[in-house]
Each structure stands twice: as structure tokens, then as C-alpha cells.
Nanobody, 122 residues
Framework: QVELVESGGGLVQAGGSLRLACTKDGSFFAYSPIAWFRQAPGEQRELVAVISSGGSTNYVDSVKGRFTISRDNAKYTVWLQMNNLRPEDTAVYYC????????????????WGQGTQVTVSS
């Protein structure tokens, strides 16, 4: 049972940047794929990006070229660098362990964290 902690959100103007962090002490970071999800008001949860244990990545089309997911297993941290932010990126962002780079099914024993709010103004 794992609950990851998200941080780094905030209010930013369109075109600006934010760097989100996802962290939790534990050896699972050495082998687990990690995904960022987001949920906007009135919308369903959406997969944003996934990074495998080996560093391979997968992104939703709407963020390709703007967002970069990376990881530092020694620090038990997964990052989401978000550049050229748009108002439609406004959402609460969550990270979770998932089954595979192309299978965003989260571990059934894990808990969702409180997320971090990203607000992009126009």
C-alpha cells in the first residue's frame, strides 16, 4: 500500500512553466512505472504521462512537446516539467504507480494522494 505525495502546483500565466514532484520513500521506485493524472473541474480523470522503471515515457497527445516526465530513483522522485502551459491544463494533478507504460491501471492496493492544484490563467 503506497500513497505518493504531489507538490509543485500553483498559479501561473499562460505560457509559463511549473515543475511538479511526486515522491514517497520506498524501494518500489526502483521498478515501478509511475504516471501523472489530472482532473479538471467537471471532467473525468485523464492520464497525462507515464514513465517506466527504465525511463521510457508515454504522453497524452495534448501535452506532447510541452511536458516532460522524468525520474530520480535515488531520491524516490518523479518529476513533471510543464512548459508553455495553457488554461486547459488547469486541473488537480496526481501521481500513481501503474501497471505498464501503456497500461495506466493503478495498483489496486495504492491510495490516491491529495494531488497538487495547477491553475493557468489567460
Amino acid at each position: 500500500q503506497v500513497e505518493l505525495v504531489e507538490s509543485g502546483g500553483g498559479l501561473v500565466q499562460a505560457g509559463g512553466s511549473l515543475r511538479l514532484a511526486c515522491t514517497k520513500d520506498g524501494s518500489f521506485f526502483a521498478y515501478s512505472p509511475i504516471a501523472w493524472f489530472r482532473q479538471a473541474p467537471g471532467e473525468q480523470r485523464e492520464l497525462v504521462a507515464v514513465i517506466s522503471s527504465g525511463g521510457s515515457t508515454n504522453y497524452v497527445d495534448s501535452v506532447k512537446g510541452r511536458f516532460t516526465i522524468s525520474r530520480d530513483n535515488a531520491k524516490y522522485t518523479v518529476w513533471l516539467q510543464m512548459n508553455n502551459l495553457r488554461p486547459e491544463d488547469t486541473a488537480v494533478y496526481y501521481c500513481m504507480r501503474v501497471m505498464d507504460l501503456y497500461d495506466p491501471t493503478w495498483y489496486p492496493t495504492d491510495f490516491w494522494g491529495q494531488g497538487t492544484q495547477v491553475t493557468v490563467s489567460s
